[in-house]
């Protein structure tokens, strides 16, 4: 069973337009969450994260919003470029750990911005 | 600054061979990882190393080992390969902030068994 679920697999949206992200988790203990960004052939790379204290992180043309009660959070894009086009992982992690090993990472949703 | 390093990048192997995946950091980095992503499922931890001398096992260790050189090296290898093994490979670093700071990934080895 997913613990961290990314209902989407793919998504297109026009250059310049918002491309919104979901991700759901079923666990309550996560208590940081991670985006990821992935190009083909090329390993996942960190784009923002935020912590069960807040509601909202805000990194550019990138925020995250999280909803602790539905266990959702969102990333949202704007505007959308075509460099953009890539697969984004959601990630989720336990609290206070030294090592990665409790996190878990979503199945990804591939986004591809259309010029 | 190369960050983590795989090697090979691509490799076929014919069932019940076996192979050895390299990876290095040079980030000075305690905790290290093998993950395998397949469609559908994200990227699983196969295992892991939060220090030099310690592993341990992950999601799906099953068939495979590793081995933890030194600090700046992790490899991940596999005795008899098996076509459920047909994966992209990635090799990861984090420092001690563990869950609540990025990892640094490396670009992937694309492994099919035939």
């Known amino acids: 069973d997913q613990q961290v679920k990314q209902n989407s697999p793919s998504l297109s949206v026009q250059e310049g337009r918002i491309s919104i992200l979901n991700c759901d988790y079923t666990n309550s203990m996560f208590d940081y969450f991670l985006w990821y960004k992935k190009y083909p052939a090329e390993g996942p790379t960190f784009l923002i994260s935020i912590s069960s204290i807040k509601d909202k992180n805000e990194d550019g043309r990138f925020t995250v919003f999280l909803n602790k009660s539905a266990k959702h959070l969102s990333l949202h894009i704007v505007p959308s470029q075509p460099g953009d086009s890539a697969v984004y992982f959601c990630?989720?992690?336990?609290?206070?750990?030294?090592?990665?090993?409790?996190?878990?990472f979503g199945p990804g949703t591939s986004l591809s911005v259309i010029p | 600054n190369a960050g983590v390093t795989q090697t090979p990048k691509f490799q076929v192997l014919k069932t019940g061979q076996s192979m050895t995946l390299q990876c290095a950091q040079d980030?000075?980095?305690?905790?290290m990882y093998w993950y395998r992503q397949d469609p559908g499922m994200g990227l699983r931890l196969i295992y892991y190393s939060a220090s030099e001398g310690t592993t341990d096992k992950g999601e799906v260790p099953n068939g495979y080992n590793v081995s933890r050189l030194n600090k700046r090296e992790f490899s991940l290898r596999l005795e008899s390969a098996a076509p459920s093994q047909t994966s992209v490979y990635f090799c990861?670093?984090?420092?001690?902030?563990?869950?609540?700071?990025?990892?640094?990934f490396g670009q992937g080895t694309r492994l099919t068994v035939v």
């Open positions: 980030m000075n980095h305690n905790s």
């Open positions: 990630a989720a992690s336990r609290p206070m750990k030294t090592s990665y090993d409790k996190v878990i």
């Open positions: 990861a670093s984090s420092d001690d902030r563990g869950g609540s700071a990025e990892a640094f």
